[in-house]
């Protein structure tokens, strides 16, 4: 047979492998891998690392957005100067440094601007100038006092709730209202400081049972900020770098845009359509599934939830968080203002704003003169709602003359981003009633595990943590 012939007959073999592979997926794909990952946030992209990579199992993540990452939002300006306006910097806990390290992602030591607050209420504009705030001091000796009240509990909720005690058996200071915990433990000059971190998303933070407090806050980040324990960002100044390389790592097991439509699940398996932004229907059919985004009954409809599963899904409330990065050029470089009621003046640090709220205006650094805004709702917050308050707040605050006199419409947004649900919590009544072994039950229930803010302390390494506690349960279940 001539040289020719044969490449001619390779030719004809191989066209016709390649027809029947295209005849295939002319049909509805399937995919099928041991573990299908909804969400590909904090909890979900590091749980697809760890399953595939370190378990050697197959996976595919549905992520909803076109990228990887969650909260994590940074936004660069025309001189390519990086600013972080969803999440800031990592408690440094369990395997988190090493995970940066495995993409060669370096980290160091977080670099703040100082900024000097100023305190106004933002209803108003009016400055609220004989406000005072807890010394230093003061404020650093009411954080230890409240990590030393928290230790003892700190094993009843991480890395996950687990070991969380039987209705009968719930510590009383987990029940009692935030307020009373706090007087007990002698803990006011904290306050203010603590219901910045995670406090808007809190609504009626004093009155709120101190479990919510526990699960936004926390012992860790309490040693973080009286420096007990470090935390760190990535060098490179860029929280985005570690997501953008987990998609390059993870290639083709990432279906961007993309949302579960319908859902089979029993004890033996998941079968998911999967519809893409162009409304692309994929097969999966997958051994387990984890889901990592927060569990709302809106969310979760699409699952074909049972009794058990509506029964916790339904007992969740949330609020709605929305970040941005605003430029106005009355707002004061170095200044972080502080959304303060005025009955919070001179020292009453129990006095807080309700929701909806804007919490502050952060100054950003040179050269854009860029500030950070937080806006939390409740779940009738939308985007224009919270831009709303962000216009109406830098309004008042030029009408009562507490910033420097400016027009209205010079209000500029660089970005904005809603992070939607947030800070899932179940009420004082369920929590008595044993909801959280209710909540944990529904672990490997008709194949299904899940991971994410709604199943442990609210923050990304903290949420790893337990992700290396979950996946070797998962995996002894397959
Ligand atoms: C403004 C802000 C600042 C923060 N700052 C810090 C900080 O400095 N340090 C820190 O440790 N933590 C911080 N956090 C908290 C931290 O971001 C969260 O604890 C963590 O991201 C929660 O991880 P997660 O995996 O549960 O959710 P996410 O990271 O939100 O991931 C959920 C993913 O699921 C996707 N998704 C949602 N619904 C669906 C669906 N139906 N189908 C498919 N995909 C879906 C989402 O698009 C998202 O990518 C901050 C949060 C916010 C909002
Ligand atoms: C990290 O760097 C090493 C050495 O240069 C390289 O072999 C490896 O592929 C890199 N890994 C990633 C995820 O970039
Ligand atoms: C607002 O009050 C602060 C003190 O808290 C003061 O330093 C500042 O000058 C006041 N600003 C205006 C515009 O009144
Ligand atoms: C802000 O602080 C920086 C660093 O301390 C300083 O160089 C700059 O002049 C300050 N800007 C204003 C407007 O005060």
Redesign the pocket.
Known sequence: MTVALVSMLRAIALSSVVSLAMAKSACAETITKNVVI????????HAAVRLREDFDKSVIV????SH??????TYTDTSGKTYE???????EVGEAVDFFARFNITVGVPARIPLTSVYADFSTGQNISDYVAPLAADRSAALRRFLAAAEPYESMLLPGYWDFPAPEDIPEDLLLPFGEFAQKYDLLAAMPQMFQVPGPGVPDWVDAPTLHVMQVFGAPMARALTGAAPTFTPTGEDNSELYRRITALLGEDVLFS???TKAERNGDGVKLTVTGADGKKTKIVGDRLLI???PTPD?MA?FDLDEAESAVFEKFTHSK?F?GIVKHPSLPANISIVNTVPTAAPDNYLSFPEAPILARFDYMGAPSDLFRV?IVGDDTLDVDGAQKLVRDSLSALLEAGTIADGDIDDLVFAAFVD??P?HLRAGLEDIKGGFIQEQYALQGHRSTWY????WSV??????WAYNDVLLPKLLESL
């Not at 549905?62 to 957005?65: C, L, R, S, V």
């Not at 991971?451 to 709604?454: E, F, I, L, P, S």
């Not at 609210?458 to 949420?463: V, W």
């Open positions: 909804i969400g590909g946030g904090a909890s979900g992209a549905i992520e909803k957005k990887l990452g969650g909260h994590v939002a306006y969803g999440v800031q910097s990592y408690l993309s949302t579960v990592s985004f927060e969310a699409p968080v970040a937080l992070h939607g947030m991971t994410g803010a709604a609210q923050f990304t390494t903290l949420l």
